[in-house]
């Protein structure tokens, strides 16, 4: 199958792009077991699409199920630094959604790109995937102290883009598609 139009669109080199479920980073990792009639596809952000100083997550996936479900997931792999995660994600973002009047994937009026809706069935996604190795729990526990002042980083995301970050410990792992909206 053909990479979708909007890669292209944006200019997302083809050797950036994998159909691939699963990404794995020093033991943390995020995979999405396929089921019939689910399509995925994986790009390759940090180093590939975008390199230089610029803030970047590590990967975004296109996924569309069987029974026509469709998102954007934007994956960051992190030690421990979960603000520094927060602050990635909304960089890519803010390059996904650039000139948000006229893009498509922004506004969704691309046929298949899922726009920012926020319905149940389709829109963007956004996982930090945390360690809890030895040294990661002490600075978890340092972290979990500053809760509260990563929520209105996170309330900003969720109003300006549309997008609930979630945060996971070493892997995410779900079957199929249709499992992201459960």
């Known amino acids: ?14 050797a950036c ?3 691939r479920s699963a990404c794995k980073e020093n033991q943390r990792s995020f995979s999405i077991r396929p089921t019939s009639g689910d399509e995925i596809w994986r790009i390759k ?4 699409w975008v390199s ?14 069987k029974s ?7 994956v960051e792999l992190k030690g421990s630094n979960y603000g520094k995660a927060l602050d990635q994600i909304e960089s890519t973002l803010r390059l996904l959604c650039k000139h948000s009047s006229t893009n ?3 506004t969704g009026k691309h046929q ?3 726009g920012h809706d926020g319905t149940a069935d389709k829109g963007v996604q956004a996982y930090v995937v945390l360690s809890t190795g030895r040294q990661a729990s002490k600075t978890a526990t340092r972290r979990g102290r500053k809760i509260p002042q990563r ?9 300006g883009y549309g997008v609930r970050v979630q945060p996971k410990t070493n892997r995410m792992f779900v079957r199929g598609v249709d499992a992201l909206w459960k």
């Open 151 to 159: 929520l209105s980083r996170l309330e900003r995301i969720r109003l």
């Open 68 to 74: 026509g479900k469709r998102a954007i997931i934007l």
């Open 45 to 48: 952000v940090d180093g590939c």
């Open 52 to 65: 230089g100083a610029q803030k970047r997550v590590d990967y975004i996936f296109w996924v569309q199920s």
């Open 112 to 114: 298949i790109s899922p």
């Open 104 to 106: 498509f994937v922004h």
């Open 1 to 14: 199958m053909a990479v979708p139009e909007w890669f292209k669109a944006l200019d997302i080199p083809d």
């Open 17 to 19: 792009v994998e159909k």
